[in-house]
Structures are given as structure tokens and as C-alpha cells.
């Protein structure tokens, strides 16, 4: 299983990285959407820890490609956008679980276990 961290902030990305690999995962990092999708091996045993706030293709433009998989990934959506932008860009992926900015270890954690 491989954890997918699509993020386009490097300090953000690099604290995820480091954690996720203290935690046993193997992470790997994309800094858009786009690149993810066109360069990442996406099995149904993945997680992809998914930033809303994508440039490009907005990160639930990525999430709705992922869920027309037939093995889709287990996806985790994480932003630091207000409560009203987050009920915008999920009204659509409403079972999607949400990660608030900033992340806390012991939330991550929980989240990919």
C-alpha cells in the first residue's frame, strides 16, 4: 500500500511525508493534480491524502477521476479552506473524509489506519 500525498504546498507535503514515513507508510508526493494522475500506479489498497486547494485541476476534479475507477484508491481530502468553501467544493463528495488545516499527528494517524 502506498500513500499518495497530492499537495502543492511543499512545507505541508514534506511534514506529511516525514510523518507518514515515521508511521510505516510509503509516501509519495505530487505537487498537482494533473502530475498524480498521469505519473502515480494507483491501486483500491492506496490512500491518497488529497489538498482541495489544487492548482490546475482542483482536487475534487482528482477525486471524482479516482471514484470512476473501478479499483478506486481510498481517498482523504484535506484544505484549510473556511467551513462555507469546504461545503462548496464537497456538496458532491459528501462521505469523503475531511483533514483540517493544520494537521495534527494523532488525527493523520486515525485517518490512514
Same mark, same amino acid.
Given at each position: 500500500m502506498i500513500v499518495h500525498i497530492v499537495e502543492d504546498d511543499r512545507a505541508v507535503a514534506d511534514a506529511l511525508y516525514i510523518v507518514l514515513g515515521e508511521l510505516g507508510y510509503l509516501p509519495t508526493v505530487y505537487s498537482d493534480g494533473e502530475t498524480f494522475l498521469a505519473e502515480a500506479t494507483?491501486?483500491?489498497k492506496d490512500i491518497v491524502l488529497l489538498d482541495l486547494g489544487l492548482p490546475g485541476m482542483s482536487g475534487v476534479d482528482v477525486a471524482h477521476?479516482?471514484?470512476s475507477r473501478a479499483s478506486a484508491p481510498r481517498i482523504i481530502a484535506i484544505s484549510g479552506k473556511t467551513r462555507a468553501g469546504l461545503n462548496r467544493h464537497l456538496?458532491? @463528495?459528501p462521505d469523503?473524509? @475531511?483533514l483540517r488545516k493544520p494537521l495534527s499527528?494523532?488525527?493523520l494517524a486515525e485517518a490512514v489506519a
Open positions: 494507483i491501486s483500491a477521476q479516482l471514484n456538496r458532491d @463528495l469523503m473524509p @475531511l499527528m494523532e488525527a
